[in-house]
């Protein structure tokens, strides 16, 4: 079991910059593929990038290509969502999530183990 805590989140202004972390304890980070997960005030929780178990795969939204980045430092065990270029449409509460199965990255059910959510307000 993996116990997930996110920090980094706030207000920041169009066009700025954030990085949301993402500490894990109890199993490393290398033994599951992490997601990182959105859920905006009446909407439903959508994925926004994952990143497999070895760092080769990186997988990420259409509407945050180019501007999000993922990474993972398994040394600190600890996975990373550098935001760029941010948009008042990215405003949300944001989830850390490990998955220990082979389905489908972008799928919410898939994982198992779910941070508590750190919010991400943006302004225009």
């Known amino acids: 079991q993996v116990q997930l805590v996110e920090s980094g989140g706030g207000l920041v202004q169009a066009g700025g910059s954030l990085r949301l972390s993402c500490a894990a304890s109890g199993r490393t980070v290398s033994d599951y593929l992490m997601g990182w997960f959105r859920q905006a005030p009446g909407k439903e929780r959508e994925f926004v990038s994952a990143?497999?178990?070895?760092?080769?795969?990186?997988y990420y939204q259409d509407s945050v290509k180019g501007r999000f980045a993922i990474s993972k430092d398994n040394a600190k065990n600890t996975v990373y969502l550098q935001m760029n270029s941010v948009k008042p449409e990215d405003t949300a509460v944001y989830y850390c999530?490990?998955?220990?199965?082979?389905?489908?990255?972008?799928?919410?059910?898939?994982?198992?183990?779910w941070g508590q959510g750190v919010q991400v307000t943006v302004s225009s």
């Open positions: 999530a490990a998955s220990g199965s082979s389905g489908p990255y972008y799928d919410d059910n898939e994982y198992d183990y």
């Open positions: 990143i497999s178990l070895s760092n080769s795969f990186l």
